[in-house]
């Protein structure tokens, strides 16, 4: 079995200059007109890799799912016109056919496929034979390292050696600043165990806004992603997938002339690692006490409605006494317990009284 160190870095047939390597384009390939005006003008901008999704899993059914293998004449015919490496994603074994008959060069297992074992196999399995190809494995929507291990052995297995990884963040309930949760320290993992291989990030699919892709860009950076893959349209308002998070051409050559390779060891110190999980700690605290206080919100309209008092004391008591024994076992100060818990309780009430 080869291990992770065995990654040969991902060689991008030349792009891979020691710079950081971008992939940009549309979230989908929508239309012939659309994929070749954004691939002209990314090309023209000097980026050297195309994306574009035909097959998209999208999360509920009834949304745009893609074109299907219809859209891989539009990506040869950018290949064609710009030389660019031209990268599309596979979910199924139909669709790895279709792209290696179509001569894609790179191709990516989505979040939603990576995080399950039997499709990592089925893929891998078509894919054997055929080591010219170059694999994105994205990181599992389950916050799960081994997951995302396991996909990238899998594929290793096939005999593909031109494989990287790319963390495009996780799921997680509730609200949260950002769409997926970049658990920073997880690929930060990800790279101790495998120091030679190319990790990539997606700060589009992290954001999910686009004034939120130029800072995740650059922290990614910071941090030693070997490159970035950006979504790009060109005209993103009008996607038909990802809209909120797609930026111009135009606004990637702004990006892209704004960001600052810094040279030096990478802040992936153990140090910086773990300030990473304290703020994605706190990013969690915030997004739960917020999802807490509209509860309360809504008890606040309940009691009104029921004519009940607002404050109960014995509830409050009940409330404390759990949260006590629940912070003991957690091993957490009862004394500190008792003021965070009190503190919660006076905005709540203050939020019903609104
Ligand atoms: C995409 O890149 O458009 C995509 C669907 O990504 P992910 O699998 O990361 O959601
Ligand atoms: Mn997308």
């Known amino acids: 079995m080869n291990t992770l160190q065995d990654i040969q870095a991902l060689r991008l047939h030349g792009v891979d200059d020691g710079s950081p390597i971008i992939i940009a384009g549309p979230c989908s390939a929508e239309t012939e007109q659309q994929t070749l005006d954004t691939a002209r003008a990314l090309h023209a901008d000097g980026v050297k890799v195309f994306r574009a999704g035909l097959w998209k899993p999208r999360t509920v059914p009834g949304s745009f799912e893609g074109v299907g293998s219809s859209g891989l004449q539009w990506l040869q015919q950018v290949k064609r016109e710009t030389d660019m490496l031209i990268?599309?994603?596979?979910?199924?074994?139909?669709?790895?056919?279709?792209?290696?008959?179509?001569g894609i060069d790179i191709l990516w297992v989505g979040a939603r496929t990576s995080a399950n074992p039997f499709a990592m196999q089925a893929i891998a399995d078509a894919l054997q034979g055929h080591d010219e190809v170059t694999v994105l494995v994205k990181n599992p929507v389950n916050p799960d390292l081994e997951l995302w291990i396991g996909a990238l052995q899998r594929i290793m297995g096939a005999g593909i050696t031109r494989l990287a990884a790319v963390h495009r963040g996780f799921s997680s309930a509730g609200a949260h600043i950002y769409r997926n949760d970049p658990q920073w320290h997880i690929p930060f993992e990800l790279r101790r165990h495998a120091p030679g291989m190319t990790i990539l990030c997606d700060p589009s699919h992290i954001a999910g806004k686009r004034e939120f892709v130029e800072p995740l860009s650059?922290?990614?950076?910071?941090?030693?992603?070997?490159?970035?893959?950006?979504?790009?349209?060109?005209?993103?308002?009008?996607?038909?997938?990802?809209?909120?998070?797609?930026?111009?051409?135009?606004?990637?050559?702004?990006?892209?002339?704004?960001?600052?390779?810094?040279?030096?060891?990478?802040?992936?110190?153990?140090?910086?690692m773990l300030r990473q999980q304290i703020d994605d700690c706190d990013h969690e605290l915030l997004a739960v006490l917020a999802r807490r206080m509209s509860v309360s919100r809504e008890i606040g309209s309940f009691k009104k409605a029921h004519n009940l008092r607002v404050v109960q004391p014995a509830r409050y008591q009940d409330v404390m006494k759990a949260r006590l024994e629940e912070g003991r076992q957690l091993g957490l100060d009862e004394d500190f317990i008792q003021r965070l818990m009190q503190a919660i309780h006076e905005e709540s009430v203050r939020q019903q009284l609104n």
């Open 87 to 102: 990268a599309t994603e596979v979910a199924t074994v139909e669709h790895v056919r279709d792209a290696l008959a179509a």
């Open 218 to 272: 650059q922290l990614a950076l910071d941090a030693g992603f070997d490159g970035l893959m950006i979504e790009c349209h060109c005209n993103p308002d009008q996607a038909l997938s990802d809209s909120a998070q797609q930026i111009t051409p135009d606004e990637l050559h702004g990006i892209l002339n704004r960001l600052v390779i810094r040279s030096g060891a990478p802040i992936d110190d153990e140090l910086s």
